[in-house]
Nanobody
Framework: QVQLVESGGGLVQPGGSLRLSCAAS????????MGWARQAPGKQREYIAR???????IYANSVKGRFTISRDNAKNTVYLQMNSLKPEDTAVYYC????????WGQGTQVTVSS
């Protein structure tokens, strides 16, 4: 069982930045991949970033070059640094632990608006 708690969402102007955090429970965090997905109103959930246990990173085209995923295994935490934010980035952002049946956090709202 893995529990995930996201934080760091909020309201930001276009062009601004936010950093999301996701704290995971358990002692084997370093052994599995982690990812971030988002879901905008009326749209399907979109997987946007993934980082393997070895630190390999994969991004969706929609965020490549603007978002950076990273992890701190000592803190059982994965981050999503979001720069050059656009109104179309507005969504609920979810953390995902890619282990066993897969686990999701409760989500954190990101709103990009002037």
């Amino acid at each position: 069982q893995v529990q995930l708690v996201e934080s760091g969402g909020g309201l930001v102007q276009p062009g601004g930045s936010l950093r999301l955090s996701c704290a995971a429970s358990g002692s084997i965090f370093s052994r599995y991949a982690m990812g971030w997905a988002r879901q905008a109103p009326g749209k399907q959930r979109e997987y946007i970033a993934r980082i393997t246990s070895g630190g390999v990173k994969i991004y969706a085209n929609s965020v490549k070059g603007r978002f950076t995923i990273s992890r701190d295994n000592a803190k059982n935490t994965v981050y999503l640094q979001m720069n050059s934010l656009k109104p179309e980035d507005t969504a609920v952002y979810y953390c995902n632990a890619i282990v066993g049946q897969g686990y999701w956090g409760q989500g954190t709202q990101v709103t990009v608006s002037s």
